[in-house]
């Protein structure tokens, strides 16, 4: 199925509408088709992967949507990615742009003036938070219905400005500049997110309506004093467990916390605020695994998305994530999930940061092992953060041992990378 191309769509409809921080969509337009033309004369065709190794902003957009007015296919990749991965990802593919082109156009090449929903988009590697990376390809029409779900689930203001504050190379991120061009709205892309970058856009009266964060981020957030934002709908809010302190905190604040569960496969959100997207089937297996079908899913995972993260209905009819299941830890018989123990130890008032894995032991099996980061000016021992676990945790879940580290090292995305840990 053939649809008209977002960006000149997009460009026709508000060539004067702002769309990525100050590049208004009609001069991102005529941007994005100089870039095209320069890409053909390198011998850019339709179907061809190009590699993205850009820093999220304008130039970043730009060359987005040249490769897509190509029929070519996007390949992003962080350009904090170690060089010998970058150089795997990068084998097969014969261009790649980290840098503003400047170079010969092709001035007979024909530009896309439509998308095939069926074709190739973009290949997005997964973080690798439960083992190595992969490639996942979405397609157009991936991304057409998650944008089309997103907008039922969250709303859509016709004057909409998502502040990203994520990194391009993953969907989340990603999706944000996609589902502007498909809307024709604007998005704030931050290079990387800055404390008080964000909380100044945030509180700004001419701020941002929706700004996607993970737990981390929204909670250094509300410590530094974030209340009451302006503009702000909603805050998107994946990526990690979340804790029922941090929503009490948000609502406290009033600020509004749309949560949201979704992978790569599923090119980003699969359930927001409780409920699957309205294209989206979920359902759980005998032993509680999250299964996805849907136009969302990736080809290579139809027709039914495994996810291999566990949940549970809870008695309003929301989906609840338990947890992954290559994540469950088993003490003494008992199986234990991760992100249950973090979500208790993220309510002490000096712990920043939280992982939680099993460590092999003769007694146990496995036991029950809390990596904890101390917020900067507090003091918390081990004994003190078991105490704290006591009333809210079963036995068999609380943690018997605390390790203390500066930093976790979690993605660029945010995530943790449990199997390191």
Known sequence: MLVDAWLPRAAAEKPLAVAVNNLKYGDLLREAQRAARQLSALGVVAGERVALTLVPGEQFAIYLHAIWLLGAVAVPIDPSTPPDQVAVRTAELAVTVSGVLDGHEDPAVQLATSHDLDAAAVVIYSSGSSGAAKAIELSFGNFWWSAAGSAVALGLDPTERWLCCLPLSHVGGLSILVRAAIYGTGVIVHERFELGAVLSQLSDPDGPTLVSLVPTTLQRLLDSGLREPPRLRWVLLGGGPISEQLLERAEGASVAVAASYGMSE??????????????????????????????????????????????????????????????????????????????VLAQHPAVADVAVVGRKDAEWGEVVTAIVVIEDGEVASAGQLIDFCQPLLSPFQRPKRIEFRESLGRSSAGKLRRKEL
């Open 266 to 343: 599923a090119c980003s959100q699969i359930v927001t605020r409780g409920a699957p997207l309205f294209c989206t089937r979920v359902a759980l297996s005998e032993s509680d695994e999250i299964l996805v079908r849907g136009p969302t899913v990736a080809r290579q995972c139809q027709p039914i998305l495994s996810t291999g993260d566990l949940g549970r209905w809870d008695a309003a009819g929301e989906l609840e994530l338990v947890g992954r299941s290559s994540d469950l830890i088993i003490s003494g018989g008992e199986n234990v999930a991760p992100e249950a123990v973090e979500a």
